[in-house]
């Protein structure tokens, strides 16, 4: 029997289509791109439009072998790689590799969302050819890439140090984290005061109806400033004095909508706030909830749409299944008179795509928990809850916002404070979902006001002035700068986690309290391209380079003009740069003393992270770990606590006694002691200051966090 070939991208995405297809197909898996540019040399004649030149894969020689005698004895082959510029690229590539078509066998291509029995039949049904658009997109984006990190890369290594490299967008985002750690830097602390007033209808009802109001200015509009102590007195002592009326009541019922369905950029930044899943993290549990889950006697099912996308549309289809579920499980309040609908969130946003949403809402969370990992079971019931959540009513909130005036009888002058509290009337959506906020955001306040009208008299109870102090920005989490990147049109969907995956491996930023900082060797590189190749960084140019890339996606564009308009000053640059660039040495003296020769040890970074090496080579060749002391004393043994890691990576505090002394803490250690019995303090991501040994917690205000992470 002829069978007709299939083929995709990995195992897992086979078993579920072989599931759905049945019999006569043969169902074959590329293990990703079977061809790219070769490692050892730039691979592009600039010369000659660029063009490239494409090897096999090493490790995918045997799939093509494979691949090329199926598709010999096959009686048609249909592509069906993933809907995004890689998976095209991948198709045309096996097209080529194998030399389909000379054989006069017929290629389809076939392309859907979602990997469940209608999807995968429909486009089955309706094949298209190769759409080459797309394909000299991914083509471009690839050939820019190789021309910045091949080009840039060998004159780093000349100029300050091996093992280094650039890349036109991993640059622009280690710009992006180095500018923002530059205004931490720059940051002047100004003090100033704040005075809250606890209020109430009367002394003899006081228990029931106090409340606090904030001092927010004058009663004639004037600005009312409080720098010091000694300002924040001489106002304190006024209000003390002064008597207290209801000015205005504002009631006002407020309607909070739901958030679109998930798009790449929003599950990854939702899976950082409420999962603390790395950008990275959630694209591989989104890959596997995509391709497909073991569920039983139903066997291998795409649980998810496809997880690379910039758009929040969703099919009819899905929204009235929605909105079916909705009313079955919460009842028709819950539900709005007419489907919700999200219009394209940037102008980069691509409609044919459809947002992250389950592929069969019926199918609950606590349903797939005998099948699912915990953490796949996390991320799916994340994107199911913000999907039924699109579709829900609105919450109805009633917001009641209080103006007292404080008036001063000696100085004549008025004081306007502010209360305000809110109550949810209905919870439609929230309910079921409400959207993380980020860590940079303040969580509100609830006050319960008493019913309160214009003109009722109110009595002082107390004053509380509060010393404040202004704060930094905050350094970016994976969240933050992926929305910063979304923002500013840098990277797609598909480039995020490598992004930052890659400023991290290369040594330039590293996480702390999971925020990113930037390293040593990340300032050095960042300032050297930002002088001599300021467009490389320049966020505006790396945005506008990404729209073109789309222009060629669309097929208003040739990507042999992108790449020349690009290229041309490009090596002009590097030519100059390549002569004006001095040696930058890197290497930073330490208090160490080589065990060998007796030389200074100086700190270097490497492939692997920071070493120590003899200051005398290459007459002494003498390398040892570098280890970040604490001036903890680890409280088994007493010597120092030193920062360590695993092998996957991530830091933890042991003694520098190890193995003799196998003390360690997952968390940074205090060097001041428990100030209840003597013991190690560790701080927690929350900002808590705890001890090892008994129950004293002390809280950090977010400028001891900053310094902390510093």
Not at 82 to 110: F, M, Q, T, Y
Not at 168 to 177: E, G, K, Y
Not at 533 to 550: G, H, K
Request: proline share 6%.
């Amino acid at each position: 029997m002829t069978m007709k070939l299939v083929v995709v991208e990995s195992p897992a995405k086979s078993r579920t289509i072989s599931r759905i297809l049945g019999k006569g197909y043969d169902i074959k898996a590329t293990l990703g791109h079977v061809r790219d540019l070769p490692k050892s040399e730039l691979g592009i004649d600039t010369a000659n439009d660029f063009a490239p030149r494409y090897v096999v894969i090493k490790q995918r020689r045997p799939v093509i072998t494979e691949l090329k005698k199926s598709a010999n004895s096959a009686s048609a082959v249909y592509l069906a790689t993933d809907p995004d510029r890689e998976g095209e690229a991948i198709s045309w590539h096996l097209i080529e590799s194998i030399k389909l078509g000379k054989n006069k066998v017929p290629i389809h291509r076939v392309v859907f969302h979602e990997i469940t029995k209608d999807a995968v039949e429909k486009a089955f049904h309706h094949p298209r050819s190769i759409d080459m658009n797309l394909v000299d997109a991914q083509q471009a984006r690839r050939v820019l890439d190789r021309l910045v990190g091949y080009k840039l890369s060998p004159l780093l290594w000349r100029k300050v140090q091996r093992g280094l490299s650039a890349g036109r967008v991993q640059s622009a985002a280690l710009r992006i984290i180095v500018d923002r750690e530059r205004e931490i830097q720059n940051f002047v602390r100004m003090e100033y005061w704040t005075i809250e007033a606890e209020l109430a209808k009367s002394l003899t009802e006081a228990t029931k109806t106090s409340f606090r109001a904030l001092l927010i200015g004058l009663t004639d509009g004037k600005k009312l400033e409080m720098p010091n102590q000694e300002e924040a007195k001489k106002i304190e002592d006024e209000l003390r004095k002064a008597d207290y009326a209801v000015k205005k009541v504002m009631v006002k019922e407020i309607a909070r909508q739901p958030a679109p369905p998930f798009t790449t950029s929003t599950m990854q930044q939702e899976a950082w706030r409420k999962l603390r899943f790395t950008a990275q993290r959630t694209m591989i549990i989104a890959q596997q909830l995509y391709e497909g889950i073991q569920l039983g006697e139903e066997g291998s099912v795409g649980l998810i749409t496809y997880m690379r996308t910039d758009s929040t549309n969703v099919a009819a289809s899905a929204i009235a299944e929605t909105r079916d579920f909705i009313t079955s499980k919460y009842g028709a309040r819950f539900l709005p008179p007419h489907p919700r609908s999200f219009g394209k969130r940037g102008k980069w946003a691509q409609e044919a795509h459809e947002a992250i949403r389950p592929t069969k809402i019926y199918r609950e969370p606590d349903q797939l928990r005998p099948y699912l990992k915990p953490e796949q079971l996390r991320l799916y019931e994340l994107i199911w809850k913000r999907m039924v959540a699109s579709q829900m009513a609105a919450a109805s909130m009633d917001t009641t916002t209080v103006e007292v005036e404080a008036k001063c009888s000696e100085s004549q002058k008025g004081y306007l404070l502010r209360a305000a509290s809110s109550v949810v009337k209905f919870p439609g959506f929230i309910t079921l979902y409400s959207e993380g906020k980020d860590e940079d955001g303040e969580e509100d306040k609830a006050v319960i006001l008493p019913e309160l009208k214009a003109g009722d008299k109110l009595v002082l109870l107390d004053l509380f002035p509060e010393q404040r102090f202004t704060q930094p920005p905050f350094r970016y989490t994976e969240a933050t700068l992926i929305k910063a990147l979304e923002q500013k049109g840098i990277g797609r969907p598909s480039t995020y986690a490598p992004i930052i995956s890659t400023i991290q491996e290369r040594g330039y930023v590293y996480k702390e309290s999971g925020r990113l900082c930037p390293d040593e060797i990340g300032f050095i590189v960042n300032d050297l391209l930002t002088q001599h190749f300021p467009e490389i960084v320049d966020l505006d140019f790396t945005a506008q380079l990404e729209e073109e890339l789309d222009e060629i996606a669309r097929g208003e564009r040739g990507w042999v003009s992108v790449l020349r308009d690009f290229y041309i000053p490009f090596e002009e640059t590097l030519n100059q740069a390549s002569e004006k660039i001095e040696r930058i040495n890197v290497a930073k003296p330490t208090e160490e003393v080589c065990p060998e020769c007796g030389r200074p040890m100086v700190l270097k970074t490497g492939r692997f992270g920071k070493f120590l090496a003899c200051s005398g080579y290459p007459d002494c060749k003498k390398t040892m770990p570098f280890k970040v002391k604490t001036g903890v004393s680890c409280p088994q043994c007493g010597k120092e606590l030193i920062e360590r890691k695993t092998k996957k990576k991530r830091i933890f505090y042991g003694c520098s006694g190890f193995p003799q002394c196998q003390f360690a803490v997952n968390r940074r250690p205090v060097p001041q002691p428990c100030p209840q019995c003597g013991k190690l303090l560790i701080i927690y991501r929350d900002g808590w200051v705890k001890c090892t040994a008994c129950e004293y917690k002390d809280k950090l205000d977010e400028l001891e966090k900053i310094g902390a992470a510093a």
